[in-house]
Nanobody, 126 residues
């Protein structure tokens, strides 16, 4: 079983930055890809970004492209999400997720992941 624990959320003002972290652990952690999703109150969960754990290839939602950066530290089994130029509409619970085996990018974009963290809240005030 894989455990994912997010951290780094908080209350910031529009234009500020935050860095989220996701620590992965388990008997033997092996991931094809990891990513971030978010869910604002009253809305469905949406894709933010995903990274191939081996190649480092990255994919972003159009709404965050150019502002958010996903990165990973393979040695530490840690996933990061740098959030810059935050907007009030970025307010949401941010979830870390992992895919244990191959999946297509479209599958991952629609939430086709195997493991999920419990989330960390990001609140952006105007």
């Amino acid at each position: 079983q894989v455990q994912l624990v997010e951290s780094g959320g908080g209350l910031v003002q529009a234009g500020d930055s935050l860095r989220l972290a996701c620590a992965a652990s388990g008997r033997t952690f092996s991931s094809y890809a990891m990513g971030w999703f978010r869910q604002a109150q009253g809305t469905e969960r949406e894709f933010v970004a995903v990274i191939n754990w081996s190649t480092g290839n990255r994919y972003y939602a159009d709404s965050v492209k150019g502002r958010f950066t996903i990165a990973r530290d393979n040695a530490k089994n840690t996933l990061w999400l740098q959030l810059n130029s935050l907007k009030p509409e970025d307010t949401a619970v941010y979830y870390c997720a992992a895919a244990g085996s191959y999946r297509t990018v479209p599958d991952m974009r629609t939430g086709g992941m195997d493991y999920w963290g419990k989330g960390t809240l990001v609140t952006v005030s105007s």
